[in-house]
Every structure is written in C-alpha cells, then in structure tokens.
C-alpha cells in the first residue's frame, strides 16, 4: 500500500478564497481523522470519521471549515472563507480502530495570504 | 487541557548519548504510543505500550510506563544523528475515545 496520501502538499492562497484539501486513506482502515498542526497550538485533532461517517468534529474551529467522506477512500477539508490564522500544516491520518496506531499522510501546508 | 504532556520541550545532545524523554498525562488509558515526526513530515508511530505493561523494547527503544503515576518514558539509545527529530507520546483516555497527542519534545542529536 502507498499508505495515506494528500494532496496537495503545498497551497497558497489568498484570504477570503476557499480551499479545499483532500485525502486517501490506507484501504482497509475504518477510521480517518484531519489534524492541524502549528507552532502555537501544536497538533490539534478536528474530526474524524468512522466508515465515512463524522463521529467527532469538536475540534472544527469554526463554520467555516467542513469535512466530508463520500466513501471509504476519500475525504476532503474545507475552509471557506479562508483566513491567515488558517495557515498551517494539515494532517490526514487512519487507522483499524479508534485508538489503534494512526498512519500519517505527508501533509498540506496552507499559507493563506 | 491536553491528556499529554511532554518533558523537556527540547533536548540536545552528542550523538552517542542517550535520549530520554517523558510523558505525563492526567487520567486512566488502554495504551499509550509514541510517535517521531521528522521535520516537514508526518508523524510515524514507534512503539506501544498497554496499560498492564511495565517495560517494552524496540530495536534501540526501550519504553516505560507507570501508570500510578501517569507517567511514561521513551529512552534511545545510543543515539544518531538520524533521530533528530519530535517525539510525541499519544494516549487513549478512556474518557475520549481516540488518542490524545501531547505536545512533544524537540530533540537534536548533533555529530
């Protein structure tokens, strides 16, 4: 397997544009979570997914970030309207189970202008 | 508040040396794993450890746990400079249902 991947690696965009952030788990895994990491608040869970279903998304900062899974290999994040506080590096990971050993994608780094 | 937390933030030594790093965390877990993240990369899981073991070894990682305490330690020994890296100890709190990353130490291993 070519284990989790994400594109895309880098994205720089303006403030107030939408961006969208996509990710392909390992097949096979049920559970998939997005992260945010930063030097501020360090690694920071937003959601995640069971069999495409969001389980919890206590961590989505606010409206403006959305995250779907339509089916068992694909997932997106978006931020609509995007702002600078939203740059960061951005983490897809799965897993067997919930607290199982996590497999980490490569990452997105956001810079938004 | 954050179910990890690990000491010391950052950590210098000479390679050769061995590395230790801590992780504290506040309540009862299943397991706790740790995890290396290279700069600009993912994270990749090193090891885990249940609750009901004391000690478990990998290659040159040897892990602890205490769980009367709420503690845990990651040791490397004989260190390269290739294990320059994060190192993140990541719980399962009974309480939250998914793991718990902590803030991680920061080590360099220099030549």
């Known amino acids: 397997d070519a284990g989790v991947i994400q594109s895309p690696r880098h994205e720089v965009t303006e403030m107030g544009q939408e961006v969208t952030l996509r990710c392909k788990p390992i097949s096979g895994h049920d559970y998939l979570f997005w992260y945010r990491q930063t030097m501020m608040r360090g690694l920071e869970l937003l959601i995640y997914f069971n069999n495409n279903v969001p389980i919890d998304d206590s961590g989505m900062p606010e409206d403006r970030f959305s995250a779907k899974m339509p089916n068992a290999s694909f997932s997106t994040l978006k931020i609509q309207p995007s702002e600078p506080r939203d740059s960061a590096v951005y983490f897809c990971?799965?897993?067997?189970?919930?607290?199982?050993?996590?497999?980490f994608g490569p990452g997105t780094r956001l810079t938004v202008l | 508040s954050q179910q990890g937390e690990e000491d010391p933030q950052a950590l210098s030594i000479q390679e050769g040396e061995n590395a230790t790093m801590n992780c504290s965390y506040k309540t009862s877990i299943n397991n706790l794993q740790w995890y290396r993240q290279n700069s600009g990369r993912g994270l990749v899981h090193l090891i885990l450890i249940r609750s009901n073991e004391r000690e478990k070894h990998s290659g040159r990682l040897r892990v602890t746990l205490d769980t009367s305490k709420k503690s845990s330690s990651l040791l490397i020994t004989a260190s390269r400079a290739a294990d320059t890296a994060s190192y993140f100890c990541?719980?399962?709190?009974?309480?939250?249902?998914?793991?718990?990353f902590g803030t991680g130490t920061r080590l360099l291993v220099s030549p």
């Open positions: 990541a719980t399962d709190a009974l309480s939250f249902q998914k793991l718990v």
């Open positions: 990971a799965s897993s067997l189970g919930n607290t199982d050993t996590q497999y």
